[in-house]
Nanobody
Framework: QVQLVESGGGLVQPGGSLRLSCAAS????????MGWYRQAPGKQRELVAT???????IYATSVKGRVTISRDKAKNTVYLEMNSLKPEDTAVYYC???????????????WGQGTQVTVSS
């Protein structure tokens, strides 16, 4: 069983910063990528950023230059450093991981439970 547990969300003023963390635990043989998605009320879930096992990063255009994704392989943890936050960044942020639980398994995709980020004065 694999679990993704997010932390670090909260209320922040416009222009402020937050750091989200997501730790993967359980049976994990190999992680192909980890990333962050977000979903605002009434909107579809959208990509924020992803990072592969090799360190390649992808950022959504809306957050590029304000967000940095990083990963601690030893801890199976991914971080999302968000700066210059705007009200439109308000959403539930979900951690996502694509991984193999064992050497003999196929790849599976997992989601965390989500953490609320609210940007408001």
């Amino acid at each position: 069983q694999v679990q993704l547990v997010e932390s670090g969300g909260g209320l922040v003023q416009p222009g402020g910063s937050l750091r989200l963390s997501c730790a993967a635990s359980g049976n994990i043989f190999s992680i192909y990528y980890m990333g962050w998605y977000r979903q605002a009320p009434g909107k579809q879930r959208e990509l924020v950023a992803t990072i592969t096992g090799g360190g390649s990063r992808i950022y959504a255009t809306s957050v590029k230059g304000r967000v940095t994704i990083s990963r601690d392989k030893a801890k199976n943890t991914v971080y999302l450093e968000m700066n210059s936050l705007k009200p439109e960044d308000t959403a539930v942020y979900y951690c996502n991981a694509d991984l193999m639980p064992t050497a003999q398994s196929i790849r599976y995709n997992y989601w965390g439970q989500g953490t609320q980020v609210t940007v408001s004065s």
